[in-house]
């Protein structure tokens, strides 16, 4: 059995950092290594800004991203388009099509996907917000963003079915080849896809 090297309260640290993800118990280590030997650059500031955030970051109640407002800023932002949702599985989502900066719409994030496997269900998951955003009115388009996995494509029928007779466009990602992929390396499901949603040159 190893021996301890350090106190319960480093140790502690490093089995917290571990849970990050990304971070195995290895990489744990060095992080909580390097907030040690930087105490007053690092480790005191990233302590308040968590007990900042612990006290301040809340759900937005609309859309389901979080914020330390709620509604969140981009629900209102009124320079956003809020008659279009991109509808995404997880805030993560919604913070890389923001990263891309491709469409200045509103967001709804599910939470989730349908899997009946891990017994999620659509009570699981914030569709029922997001019919009664629709149902509001003003809504234009729902562009479903969600994964192309089985799950992800299970909740996209499951949403399309929800929506079916309130008067908004419903349109979904493209999947495909992506920008510098070479045709070899590709999965045959990603392929056919590909074909499928061809477009004119």
Do not use: F
């Amino acid at each position: 059995m190893a021996k301890r090297v350090t106190g319960p309260e480093i140790e502690k640290l490093i089995q917290l950092l571990a849970k990050v993800p990304g971070l195995g118990p290895r990489s744990a280590r060095r992080a909580a290594l390097h907030l040690i030997k930087k105490k007053d650059q690092l480790l005191g500031p990233l302590s308040h800004a968590m007990g900042e955030a612990y006290d301040k970051v809340k759900v937005c109640s609309r859309c389901g991203n979080v914020d330390t407002v709620d509604p969140c800023t981009v629900c209102t932002d009124d320079r956003r388009d809020q008659g279009v949702i991109i509808v995404v599985e997880d805030v993560a989502d919604l913070w890389a099509l923001e990263r891309a900066g491709a469409m200045n719409a509103a967001y709804h994030v599910l939470g989730g996907v349908l899997s009946p496997l891990d017994g999620v269900g659509p009570d699981d998951l914030n569709i029922r917000g997001l019919i009664e955003r629709v149902g509001e009115g003003g809504i234009r388009e729902i562009i479903i963003a969600v994964n192309a996995t089985v799950e992800g494509q299970t909740t996209a029928h499951y949403i399309t079915d929800q929506l079916a007779g309130l008067e908004v466009k419903i349109t979904r990602l493209a999947h495909g080849v992506p920008v510098g992929g070479e045709l070899d390396y590709l999965d045959e499901g990603t392929l056919t896809a590909a074909l499928r949603a061809r477009t004119a040159i």
